[in-house]
């Protein structure tokens, strides 16, 4: 069976504060009916010592008891005077006739102590409250005062306290039940909002948001589901543009290796049936090469690449002379950069070394280099090393046609092309050799940071911590 949220918090409210006003009512319902016990114990104890005081200080002790009877009688008062065997020595008038003590009263009486009992009925003709009072001279018992009250005004008070605390206690838990009702909608109300939103968002809507604030733990998760909602979306624009990178990378792949694969499928079919002339057949062979190894390149790039990303890499660090690593991009890429008139300047001194596995510093280095050679043509690259605190700074800048500023971040994204020039060139092909650098570099705990200036150029800073081997 359901049970509706709102009415387990208005059950759970009204249990907790019933349970709470019985326990608060039968706590305060017996402190009042003692408070009213303990007055009329001290009233009767106060008048019997002020008639064992008056008594010792007169000689005509009848006529004090009788004034003190007249005086009682109207307040509903009775009281006896008896002597050290307990007998009455009342003198004639309205008096409490000869009462018998239990054994325990009569020991506490003659010792001295007061005794008190808040109700009898079984030795005097209607049930009331009664004090002995002892009556002792330099130590030595010689009787005392019983002093009695009827019960009836003592009950009729506390009936009445309790009938006030009755109407109380049923005002309270009707202003309880309605506030109880009202807090138990707006946090029915809140959560319901919460669900609707939910369900908004599994259905695929990611645009939803809940107010939220920090006034409680429903505002805070209302927060968290605004901050979830807002990296789902996130996530989706990330999805949605990396499907449509990757859609483009599937046919810039088909493209690129349909192209040389058709050159060598060609030119095999040439010299396979002597079409090709002698002097023609070594330029054709030198094509099959070239385009070999530009298929080869575009298989090594993604295998690099889900190699970083599945954490396959281990790194093999050592400290390299920066020179020499430089001077090796230099002879491998030159050739490359003189057909596009760009001189290639390295910079750095001769001692600087570097932490780094050296295959893929070569590896990162040859990239970025390629990457300002595509984008660069008659200018000047330089290639700086440089010293930091506790690192060594590389930097790579060209006098290229430069990034607009909205483009940089997405130049680390896989498959990610600045320009539809790069199709057909024989570096950097699909846009996988940027995001491979970037995770490399991260691999060494370092960092990678790019500058640019359309029509001015780019500079790429690497920063590599220096580890002592």
Not at 116 to 122: A, E, I, Q
Not at 225 to 243: A, C, G, T
Not at 264 to 287: A, F, W
Not at 360 to 387: E, H, P, V, Y
């Amino acid at each position: 069976m359901k049970f509706k949220y709102m009415y387990q918090q208005l059950f759970s409210h009204i249990s907790v504060i019933i349970v709470a006003f019985l326990i608060l009512a039968l706590l305060f319902a017996h402190y009042v009916e003692n408070l009213v016990y303990q007055d009329k114990v001290e009233e009767l104890t106060s008048y019997g010592e002020s008639i064992i005081h008056d008594l010792g200080q007169t000689s005509r002790a009848e006529v004090l008891l009788n004034q003190y009877s007249n005086v009682l009688s109207g307040q509903n008062i009775l009281f006896s005077v008896f002597n050290e065997n307990g007998i009455s020595i009342n003198p004639v008038g309205r008096f409490i006739p000869q009462v018998k003590f239990t054994k325990r009263e009569w020991d506490k009486v003659r010792g001295g102590e007061i005794v008190s009992v808040k109700s009898d009925d079984r030795r005097f003709e209607q049930e009331v409250t009664f004090v002995v009072v002892p009556y002792m001279v330099s130590g030595q018992f010689i009787g005392g005062v019983l002093l009695t009250a009827p019960i009836s005004g003592t009950r009729e008070m506390i009936r009445e306290i309790n009938q006030y605390l009755f109407y109380t206690v049923l005002i309270a838990l009707g202003v309880s039940l309605l506030m109880s009702w009202i807090l138990s909608k707006i946090h029915v109300h809140r959560i319901k909002r919460l669900r609707e939103a939910t369900s908004m968002v599994s259905s695929g809507d990611y645009s939803v948001q809940l107010p939220s604030d920090g006034f409680d733990e429903i505002g805070e998760l209302s927060h968290d589901f605004n901050e979830m909602v807002k990296r789902l979306n996130q996530s989706m624009e990330e999805i949605e543009s990396l499907e449509s990178r990757r859609r483009k990378f599937m046919a810039d792949v088909s493209h690129e290796m349909r192209t040389p694969l058709t050159t060598i499928s060609g030119v095999i079919e040439g010299l396979k049936n002597d079409l090709i002339p002698e002097e023609e057949k070594e330029k054709g062979i030198q094509l099959v090469s070239q385009e070999t190894k530009r298929l080869i390149r575009l298989v090594n790039e993604n295998l690099d690449y889900e190699k970083i990303r599945s954490n396959q890499v281990t790194l093999q660090k050592e400290n390299i002379q920066l020179i020499e690593v430089f001077e090796i991009i230099k002879e491998q890429l030159e050739p490359h950069a003189e057909e596009k008139n760009i001189t290639i300047d390295i910079q750095v001194p001769e001692t600087l070394e570097i932490t780094a596995d050296y295959d893929r510093l070569i590896q990162i280095l040859i990239n970025i280099t390629n990457n300002s050679i595509q984008f660069t043509k008659d200018g000047t690259i330089w290639i700086r090393g440089k010293a930091g605190y506790k690192e060594t700074i590389i930097e790579i800048e060209d006098t290229g046609i430069g990034i607009e500023p909205e483009e940089i971040e997405k130049i680390w994204h896989r498959f990610y092309k600045a320009d539809v020039s790069r199709t057909g060139t024989p570096f950097g092909q699909f846009g996988l050799g940027l995001s491979i650098v970037r995770q490399l570099v991260q691999l060494h705990n370092g960092t990678i940071e790019v500058t640019s200036e359309k029509d001015k150029g780019t500079k790429f800073q690497i920063r590599f911590p220096l580890e002592v081997q």
